[in-house]
């Protein structure tokens, strides 16, 4: 870990620019690849949802070769002459295969796919290193999403002829007619919900899902959006128009988890260069342990539909996985959608976990700047593996990573701005 986190220290150093200008030696059609793989992640669930809709059946295999060409595609943006995405995939590649063989052979590839997906983008947004590119797409996709939601909650049955959700999951197999009593039509099965809503009452109890055709993905989009415009500031010029839509998403969703945490990341924002990295490297395996001595103390079975009750949940399932599971050398049909927490431990045992998350933590932003955009995501994804596995969902998790990469491989990020203000250069004390 440490050698690849050095390797990515000189990538980084080699390969920053400032903000305000574009890498002439990077292709044209590279750019535009990058583009192409990061809208297609946006929609393609929602492009292929009408294709079974209105033209033909569609199959789990539709779906997954779909995503094999958006993910090769970001690798094609990604590959350069350069060592560390090499090393790292050479990596993560060999230790899957080894949980494989302790599994006794039983393949998950999804769990390979879920960290091919960060690897790509990530490497493609540090190739690229344009801020002004990951502003665009930002702008883009919220434009994207907000009209499609809109469009759903304003005339939700024509909607639904064009773009039959349930159907959807139904033909890729995701879920059964059965387990919806019969119903073969209408929205995702959270997209009405049963309690009045908590944002915005009197827009009724429809939670919009638009591109996603879930409602879990808006919040998260939401957050994305709302830290990318926090991060980049007075050099946004599409700043204010990012935050609204943000806002619009969250309440089109009746989006708690989205609300909350785009609280607690401007809330934080002042502290995130007060904290160091091994802090942030700890905090997940923290939470983790308080929450699986809650759920062995309490016994608790789970909780309402609330964030105290999705903690009581993952509580839950962490008590049920057994030491063979947790270290990776075991399968289980243990349901982990309700907790990332507990969907990584399954998926890539606790060493597995520990250290993709140190590779992310300790992974060198540019600047004092992009480190704290690089915390906000850290917040994010804590916050998001307590209560749902959402953070692999190329839906979002694309868009994610390539501002991430963008972030961490520019210097002098408001080099562009016109203040004639001094700078003075700090480095977070989390690198000192």
């Given at each position: 870990m440490t050698a690849v986190s050095a390797a990515a220290q000189g990538f980084n150093r080699s390969r920053s620019i400032t903000a305000g200008s574009v890498d002439d030696t990077i292709p044209g059609l590279i750019r535009f690849l990058a583009i192409a793989a990061l809208i297609a992640a946006l929609v393609f669930n929602f492009f292929l949802c009408f294709v079974n809709t209105k033209l033909m059946g569609i199959a789990d295999g539709y779906v997954i070769l779909s995503e094999m060409v958006i993910v090769g595609t970001a690798f094609v943006v990604a590959l350069t002459r350069r060592a560390p995405i090499y090393l790292l995939l050479a990596a993560f590649i060999s230790y899957m295969l080894f949980i494989f063989a302790l599994r006794g052979g039983e393949l998950n590839l999804k769990s390979v796919r879920d960290i091919l997906i960060p690897i790509a983008f990530y490497f493609a947004g540090m190739r690229l290193r344009d801020p002004k590119l990951g502003d665009n797409l930002v702008l883009v996709s919220g434009v994207i999403v907000v009209a499609a939601g809109l469009f759903e909650y304003l005339a939700v049955d024509t909607y639904v002829s064009y773009f039959n959700i349930v159907g959807y999951y139904i033909a890729r197999g995701t879920i059964t007619a059965d387990q919806l009593f019969g119903v073969k039509e209408g929205l995702f099965v959270s997209g009405m919900r049963p309690e009045p809503r908590t944002i915005l009452p009197f827009l009724g109890q429809h939670r919009v899902s638009s591109v996603f055709l879930e409602p879990v993905s808006m919040g998260n989009f939401a957050v994305m959006i709302y830290?990318?415009?926090?991060?980049?500031?007075?050099?946004?010029?599409?700043?204010?128009?990012?935050?609204?839509?943000?806002?619009?998403?969250?309440?089109?969703?009746?989006?708690?988890?989205?609300?909350?945490?785009?609280?607690?990341?401007?809330?934080?924002?002042?502290?995130?260069?007060?904290?160091?990295?091994?802090?942030?490297?700890?905090?997940?395996?923290?939470?983790?342990?308080?929450?699986a001595a809650y759920g062995i103390a309490s016994g608790t079975d789970g909780g309402a539909n609330d964030l105290v009750g999705r903690f009581m949940v993952t509580a839950h399932i962490l008590?049920?996985?057994?030491?063979?599971?947790?270290?990776?050398?075991?399968?289980?049909?243990?349901?982990?959608?309700?907790?990332?927490?507990?969907?990584?431990?399954?998926?890539?045992?606790?060493?597995?976990?520990?250290?993709?998350?140190?590779?992310?933590?300790?992974?060198?932003?540019?600047?004092?700047?992009?480190?704290?955009?690089?915390?906000?995501?850290?917040?994010y994804l804590l916050l998001l593996m307590q209560i749902s596995d959402s953070l692999y969902s190329i839906k979002t998790a694309a868009l994610l990573w390539f501002l991430l990469g963008t972030s961490n491989a520019c210097k002098s990020f408001f080099a562009d701005e016109t203040s004639a203000r001094p700078t003075v250069k700090r480095q977070p004390m989390a690198a000192r």
């Open positions: 830290a990318w415009a926090l991060y980049r500031g007075r050099a946004f010029k599409g700043f204010w128009l990012a935050l609204i839509m943000a806002l619009v998403v969250i309440a089109l969703a009746d989006a708690r988890f989205g609300l909350y945490t785009c609280v607690l990341i401007t809330v934080f924002y002042p502290f995130y260069n007060l904290l160091p990295r091994l802090a942030w490297a700890v905090l997940p395996f923290l939470l983790l342990a308080v929450l008590t049920q996985l057994s030491p063979a599971v947790v270290l990776g050398s075991e399968q289980t049909s243990q349901f982990t959608a309700d907790s990332g927490l507990a969907y990584s431990l399954t998926a890539f045992g606790i060493f597995g976990f520990v250290v993709l998350w140190a590779i992310l933590v300790f992974a060198p932003a540019a600047e004092a700047r992009a480190w704290r955009f690089h915390c906000m995501v850290m917040v």
